[in-house]
């Protein structure tokens, strides 16, 4: 299998409109639109699609994140951080438009964000990042796009991948986790790709 976009090569920096924020003095919210996303070669067999986005540079520990003085040592151990998930992606669609399931911030996040008719989509990391602030606390669904620590010392890395199942449907329902979808994938997948791309709002590592 195949995937690209429009907007970034594999290895190469995601554009900040596809961002949550945008590298300013201060850091800024940027547009959050999804980046186009297109895949192909998918097996004869193959019945449905999930697509996912994962953030694998997060820090394990918060003590030093965003803090004035301070920067996140790249020795930290680091940790997944969930930016989206779609399940049920019917067979006959392969490509998304940027914008088309997210254009922008929603505070307390989307919870009927849009997508291919018949998918379906899962809870992302905000959630857990925004508890307690009351500006922003919710639950987050669908696409939410890179906002890394403005003090990390490493670039992050994003994960969009697709994958190719033997079934039409899984059994998930809307706000699934991450644990729940990679169980109900677990011996349904035929094939899958993945487009990296990179980002970074510490203007000293660049992305």
Not at 71 to 95: K, S, T, Y
Not at 96 to 101: N, P, Q, R
Not at 133 to 152: F, Q, S
Request: hydrophobic letters at 35%; glycine letters at 8%.
């Amino acid at each position: 299998m195949q995937l690209r976009s429009d907007h970034f090569e594999h290895g190469k920096p995601i554009p900040p409109q596809f961002a949550f924020a945008r590298l300013a003095k201060p850091i800024e919210l940027s547009d959050n639109n999804n980046p186009h996303l297109a895949w192909k070669g998918a097996p004869a067999s193959t019945r449905s699609f999930v697509l996912t986005c994962i953030d694998t540079d997060v820090p394990s520990k918060a003590d030093d994140v965003n803090k004035e003085g301070r920067e996140i040592p790249a020795d930290l151990p680091r940790v997944e951080f969930v930016h989206w998930l779609m399940a049920n992606i019917p067979v006959e669609c392969g490509e998304l438009a940027d914008g088309s399931c997210s254009d922008e911030i929603t505070p307390h996040g989307k919870h009927e964000p849009f997508g291919p008719p018949g998918s379906v989509q899962g809870v992302n990391s905000y959630t857990d990042w925004f508890a307690g602030d009351i500006n922003m606390e919710g639950t987050y669904l669908g696409y939410d796009g890179p906002c890394p620590p403005w003090n990390d010392t490493i670039v992050h890395h994003y994960h969009f991948s697709i994958y190719a199942l033997d079934t039409e449907t899984l059994p998930v329902k809307p706000g699934f986790t991450l644990a729940e979808l990679r169980e109900a994938m677990e011996g349904h997948v035929l094939a899958h790709a993945t487009l990296t791309g990179t980002y970074s709002l510490n203007p000293r590592v660049p992305a």
